[in-house]
């Protein structure tokens, strides 16, 4: 299974000149895309597919996978600077990432997030080539009640993200379940509550959502203040400040691990996506935390979790790809074309007919990760000073990107109308302190909810849903996830009595 000399040779074909230069230049084109809230990395890749045919199969697929990562590092500035979050995935950054740039830590805050980000990608670069010829095969283990099963493990990261308020964020994630069942039936294509409008047949579109929720909702707080940054914070202080962080995220040894892993097999399975692996490894690092009370103000420890677990589950999402045919995210669908485009089947028998290529293409990965070290830090000293430009100005600059990447998104006026419902939404649920995390977490999951608990109770009823062992071993770790706080807090009031 293993080949060690179709490994030789899949480096040798990645050392290429040719191969490097649009490894880099695909990654500076996703980092861009990714800077820039509302554009989407699987829109560029779909535009560029055609010009993808003039170029080698695997020449193209490594530039592609330059794009992804590029995107899904550079999705975490806008998260940092602006509340923004450039790709869904960077949801959870905001979390912990946006208060620290709110504090005047800005360039802490974007060197500890392209470190995490660039240990992630390199962790799961390392399980995608140790782990990837087999893997495929298990993820065909997950069928409906699995993936079920793995939906509901995300929705038990409302209670990390709204622990203050359990209740709040309980009842602002059941809303966001009933707007996510907004469209067409997953089952019968009978459209539910979309009172005629047509654009809602499909679905609640994604990113005029988020845009709204994180980014307009954003724009309008700001306008109450000078600057992000609070004042009377001290300004970053450059290149030592960045240096700090990507040093301070490597101190986080144990916390860089268990995310990546979580994130990098939360990427292997087909359609679980990076925002469900970037707050899973949120989760869990809030509850394996000593000081959960830290959580939310700007804790090092949560946004080396979310954008470790980001990064690697991008790279997790190619495995599914290359061994099974079956996409993990958008992004890799755009791959999965461009490989069939050029007359590559992926499948069971791709590490078998195709050595070389799948090698070359696994590597690329270590190479896209070395780029988010390098040239996303360079890039980082220069975007941190976003925080200290005048809202007066900043504001209108960030709007027009804003109502661009929702239009762009399925370039419908409407998108834009209800980014601007949404936005107004988001500036009600931060004033009363709800959870938007939460309301945008549900909303991502009830689909897949609802899809998988309809697709595995007709296949074999209710109790199909505990069946399988897999299913069995979700389930407990989703009693565990839910005792877990409860538990922390009988053993500090235990404490605090015995004191």
């Known amino acids: 299974m293993y080949d060690v000399a179709a490994m030789i040779d899949g480096l040798h074909a990645l050392m290429q000149i040719n191969v490097l230069t649009f490894i880099f230049l695909g990654f500076a084109l996703g980092f861009f895309v990714g800077a820039i809230p509302g554009f ?138 009933l707007v996510s069942l907004i469209g067409a039936d997953s089952m019968s294509a009978f459209p539910r509550a979309t009172y005629g409008v047509p654009q809602l047949y499909d679905g609640m579109p994604l990113i005029p959502v988020l845009l709204g929720l994180f980014g307009l909702s954003e724009l309008i707080l700001l306008l109450t203040r000078r600057t992000i940054a609070d004042k009377g914070t001290g300004e970053s202080t450059g290149w030592a400040e960045i240096r700090a962080g990507f040093r301070e995220s490597a101190r986080h040894k144990v916390n860089l691990l268990r995310s990546s892993v979580l994130g990098f097999f939360v990427g292997v399975i087909p359609g679980a996506g990076s925002t469900i692996g970037s707050f899973l490894a949120y989760g869990q690092a809030k509850q394996w935390s000593r000081d959960r009370s830290a959580f939310g103000k700007g804790n090092p420890e949560g946004l080396v979790a979310t954008d470790s677990a980001n990064n690697a589950t991008a790279t997790g999402s190619v495995v599914p790809m290359l061994t099974l045919g079956l996409p993990g995210s958008a992004s890799t669908l755009v791959m999965l074309a461009a490989l069939v485009l050029h007359g590559v089947r992926p499948g069971p028998e791709f590490f078998h007919n195709f050595q070389v290529d799948a090698y070359t293409i696994l590597f690329s990965m270590f190479v896209a990760a070395a780029l988010i070290a390098s040239l996303g830090i360079l890039l980082a000293r220069v975007a941190q000073r976003i925080v200290f430009i005048p809202n007066a100005l900043l504001v209108p600059i960030v709007a027009v990107l804003v109502f661009t990447g929702a239009y762009a998104w399925r370039f419908m006026a409407f998108d834009i109308m209800l980014m601007v419902i949404f936005g107004v939404l988001g500036v009600l649920l931060k004033t009363y302190r709800y959870p938007v995390p939460a309301f945008m977490l549900a909303i991502i999951l009830g689909p897949l909810l609802e899809s998988n608990f309809l697709r595995a109770t007709r296949i074999g009823g209710v109790e199909s849903l505990l069946a399988s062992p897999i299913s069995k071993v979700v389930a407990v770790v989703i009693v565990l996830s839910l005792l877990a706080p409860l538990l922390q807090m009988l053993v500090a009031r235990l404490r605090t009595r015995r004191g």
């Open 40 to 177: 989407n990395d699987a829109n560029v890749m779909a535009i560029l597919l055609p010009f993808t045919l003039l170029l080698e199969p695997t020449t193209a697929i490594v530039s592609m996978v330059g794009i992804y990562c590029g995107a899904q590092a550079a999705g975490s500035i806008p998260a940092i600077l602006m509340n923004i979050p450039g790709t869904p995935g960077n949801a959870a950054t905001t979390l912990e990432g946006y208060p620290m740039a709110r504090a005047g830590r800005s360039g802490f805050a974007l060197g500890l997030s392209f470190g995490a980000s660039s240990f992630g990608a390199l962790i799961g670069a390392c399980l995608a080539l140790a782990l990837g010829p087999i893997l495929g095969l298990f993820a065909l283990r997950f069928g409906p009640a699995e993936m079920f099963m793995i939906a509901v493990l995300g929705l038990t990261v409302v209670s990390t993200l709204s622990a203050e308020r359990f209740a709040n964020g309980l009842m602002i994630a059941g809303f966001g379940i």
